[in-house]
């Protein structure tokens, strides 16, 4: 994908394990639309969270490209 444009999602989230499901069905439908025109990579900034959040987050993205960022405190 040397000449695609790339196309960044960033989402910060806090305790929102319960929501990474659905978080990442709406962004299997933005790479389903994307796709073919961008290298579409999401990005999320877990801020602090104690809830399993981004351990969360990574078993729900499956084979979407993601970057989960984690800070220590909020």
Do not use: H, W
């Not at 389903?32 to 990574?58: H, K, M, P, W």
């Amino acid at each position: 994908m040397a000449d695609v444009p790339k196309l960044f999602f960033v989402t910060p989230v806090f305790n929102e394990a319960p929501n990474m499901q659905r978080l990442f069905g709406a962004c299997s439908e933005i790479q389903r639309e994307l796709g073919a025109r961008y290298d579409v990579q999401f990005i999320l900034v877990d801020d602090g969270s104690r809830d399993g959040t981004a351990a969360e987050a990574e078993k729900a993205a499956g084979s979407l490209p993601l970057t989960v960022l984690r800070l220590d405190v909020n």
